[in-house]
């Protein structure tokens, strides 16, 4: 089963600052999708960045950035001018591409990231 | 406005007691999933359905059971086999393949007196 690692539990950053979130996954698979989703003191999860595997251009969404590294089997999130806002749980997630696999969607345990003003 | 609705948004159970906890969507999803999040935790995934009246356990689906005789509804029942149920239970749909991103409703606290 594909499994997920954020090995970061928490984090901060200063405002106007850029940080990066770490997040590693092991599959046996070639096709799959890899995301970041925001869950604020709300718990409403948000989708701020997805990735396609087959893609090698990196995803960019604003602010947010991924670098992509399926060799590695790595995907870490850059924020660049961090704000009060994005203060929140980062949950990095997988999800295969093959309808045979289930389609499931697969979290890592999350990074705190907290903003200082 | 297309989404997906959780009620209650708090429930309390009584020891020996089953309870339902209600998700519904209007997305035209075929997909939907339940996951359960542990205070500082990632979620982890109690079932999920890809068809109607189809749906398959997830990694942690003991004293947990479902249904899904409707395309727009996948109630939760956490039964009391669940020994340890005091958790925030998320519901999310999505199209079943092409990798889609899962739509979240708002969530339900689920605690024990």
């Known amino acids: 089963a594909q499994t997920v690692t954020q090995s970061q539990p928490e984090m901060s950053v200063q405002e106007a600052e850029t940080v990066t979130l770490s997040c590693t996954y092991d599959t046996s698979e070639s096709d799959y999708y890899l995301f970041w989703y925001k869950q604020p003191p709300s718990r409403q999860m948000i989708l701020v960045i997805r990735q396609e595997a087959y893609k090698q251009q990196n995803a960019t969404e604003n602010r947010f950035s991924v670098n992509f590294q399926k060799a590695a089997k790595s995907f870490s999130l850059k924020i660049s001018d961090s704000q009060l806002g994005d203060a929140a749980m980062y949950f990095c997630a997988y999800r295969s591409a093959s309808f045979r696999n289930n389609n499931d969607m697969r979290f890592g345990a999350g990074t705190r990231l907290t903003v200082k003003p | 406005d297309g989404g997906i609705t959780q009620s209650p948004k708090y429930l309390f159970r009584k020891e020996g007691q089953n309870v339902t906890l209600s998700c519904e969507q209007n997305?035209?999803?075929?997909?939907m999933y339940w996951y359960r999040q542990d205070p500082g935790q990632g979620l982890r995934l109690i079932y999920y359905s890809q068809i109607v009246n189809d749906f398959q356990k997830g990694d942690i689906a003991e004293g947990y059971s479902v249904s899904r005789e409707k395309k727009e509804s996948f109630p939760l029942t956490v039964t009391s086999a669940q020994k340890n149920p005091t958790a925030f239970y998320l519901c999310?749909?999505?199209?079943?393949?092409?990798?889609?991103?899962?739509?979240f409703g708002s969530g339900t606290q689920l605690s024990v007196l």
């Open positions: 997305l035209n999803h075929d997909a």
């Open positions: 999310a749909s999505s199209i079943p393949v092409g990798g889609g991103k899962l739509f």
